[in-house]
């Protein structure tokens, strides 16, 4: 149990494209989901919570307008990379936290974005 | 806010031989605190975690501890195998803002055959 998907698992894209990334927790129900961007031979660097049914919290720093954040259920989030560039270039992955269950959270395979 | 440190960042041990990462965190009121595994590529997988009610937490060759006086929590993995080389990251919460976790900088383990 415990399982969350991520797709696509690798994207690449050209400069100026919107790119959209899908969570989904496949056999349990998530409240709360976290998206988190994570560069090479470093941790994981929080970007925003994403709520259920409301408006994304954003990390200081992270602009909202441009990476999009809807949770439209309770098994699924997508993050939004508009007007990529390719300092977006990243890996993205996502987590959730189960409804019911004492603060665990469990992670995505994560998504390889590649903006050339 | 929370802040949490982790030592080494890189940990090279003999296959059989055992590996300890270090952890502190600075806000008192955190109470959840996870370990991850993270294969090159791929996502963190949750290996263990351990509550501020408990002291200790075994499954199996891992290990975790918590000293709450001290502020800091430790990985112990015994008996390393070749497959026990990854990142590991520790982390903390004292679940506000969703369970928001604060993470370690990792440590990149390294287990030689």
């Known amino acids: 149990g415990a399982v969350v998907s991520q797709h696509p698992s690798w994207v690449i894209c050209k400069s100026g494209t919107s790119v959209k990334i899908e969570c989904r927790s496949l056999?349990?129900?998530?409240?709360?989901m976290f998206w988190y961007r994570q560069f090479p031979k470093q941790s994981l660097m929080l970007m925003a919570t994403s709520n259920e049914g409301s408006k994304a919290t954003y990390e200081q720093g992270v602009e909202k307008d441009k990476f999009l954040i809807n949770h439209a259920s309770l098994t699924l989030s997508t993050l939004t990379v508009t007007s990529a560039h390719p300092e977006d270039s990243s890996f993205y992955i996502c987590?959730?936290?189960?409804?019911?269950?004492?603060?665990?959270?469990?992670f995505g395979p994560g998504t390889r974005l590649t903006v050339l | 806010g929370e802040n949490v440190e982790q030592h080494p960042s890189t940990l090279s041990v003999q296959e059989g031989d055992s590996a300890v990462i270090k952890c502190t965190y600075s806000d008192s009121a955190s109470n959840y605190f996870p370990w991850y595994k993270q294969e090159l590529g791929k996502g963190p997988q949750l290996i263990i975690d351990i509550r501020s009610n408990v002291g200790e937490k075994k499954d199996q060759r891992i290990a975790v501890t918590l000293n709450k006086t001290a502020k800091h929590f430790s990985l112990h993995i015994t008996e390393t195998q070749p497959e026990d080389s990854a990142v590991y990251f520790c982390?903390?919460?004292?679940?506000?803002?969703?369970?928001?976790?604060?993470f370690g900088g990792g440590t990149r383990v390294l287990v030689k055959p």
């Open positions: 982390a903390a919460t004292t679940g506000a803002a969703g369970n928001k976790l604060t």
């Open positions: 056999d349990f129900q998530a409240t709360t």
């Open positions: 987590s959730a936290v189960r409804v019911g269950s004492l603060n665990e959270q469990f």
